[in-house]
């Protein structure tokens, strides 16, 4: 089993669309969570650190449930500018990122 | 504030020769930390340093590859002797790191590599 399981997708919406998409990960000695952001042939950027008590950042909404060991992202009114990959990171209790393999998101006009 | 600074940012070559990434990390960052992408396996961690010095290389994949941090602003990855299977992007991060309970890596453009 994956350190850090993510749904590849692709997720295709429309423009205005509300998406989630939902990771999961295994070690329950993890103690920090990340969203980062990747552009085609670009490097990961940090997107949003995760709160246990869930964290807002404009249209970007984290969740936590370390009870299920589940981190969430919600993004509204999705624009073009977000097509991208969104990685999933955990940071474990040896202080190591460990990343998700990221779901595609492709925003249409 | 330049960034992580990594070359080449394309690297081909044949198997078997030996193949030198370098990077210059964030000037006042303490860490520094190679990663792998690859379509099959995502993003590995293979090394990271603190302060210079090797902390945890369980990620290198075989006594092939190999990391050097000689000062706080720079770092070498070497792969001797290059295989096909090691053709991924190579990325180099560095951080701040103040606290242990969160910091954020900065990534560098990455090195394409190919091996023929």
């Known amino acids: 089993r994956k350190e850090v399981e993510q749904d590849p997708g692709p997720f295709n919406v429309p423009e205005g669309a509300t998406v989630a998409f939902n990771c999961t990960y295994s070690?329950?000695?993890?103690?920090?969570f990340f969203w980062y952001r990747q552009d085609c042939r670009k490097e990961p950027k940090l997107l949003m650190s995760?709160?246990?008590s869930g964290n807002e950042d404009g249209r970007f909404t984290a969740q936590l449930n370390r009870a299920s060991q589940y981190i969430s992202l919600l993004i509204r009114d999705s624009k073009l500018s977000d097509s991208a990959t969104y990685l999933c990171?955990?940071?474990?209790?040896?202080?190591?990122?460990?990343f998700g393999q990221g779901t595609t998101l492709q925003v249409k006009p | 504030d330049a960034g992580v600074i990594q070359s080449p940012r394309h690297e081909v070559t044949e198997m078997g020769q030996e193949v030198t990434l370098r990077c210059k990390p964030i000037?006042?960052?303490?860490?520094l930390f190679w990663y792998r992408q690859t379509m099959m396996r995502g993003l590995e961690l293979l090394i990271y340093?603190?302060?210079?010095?090797?902390?945890?290389d369980s990620g290198m994949p075989e006594d092939r590859f190999s990391a050097k941090m000689p000062n706080a602003s720079f770092s070498t990855l070497k792969i001797q002797p290059s295989e096909p299977r090691d053709s991924a992007v190579y990325f180099c991060?560095?951080?701040?790191?103040?606290?242990?309970?969160?910091?954020?890596?900065?990534f560098g453009p990455g090195t394409r590599l190919t091996v023929t």
């Open positions: 991060a560095s951080s701040l790191v103040r606290q242990v309970a969160s910091y954020e890596q900065y």
């Open positions: 000037s006042g960052h303490n860490s």
């Open positions: 990171v955990v940071r474990d209790n040896t202080g190591k990122l460990i």
């Open positions: 995760v709160y246990s």
């Open positions: 340093f603190n302060n210079n010095v090797p902390i945890d």
């Open positions: 070690n329950s000695a993890s103690q920090s």
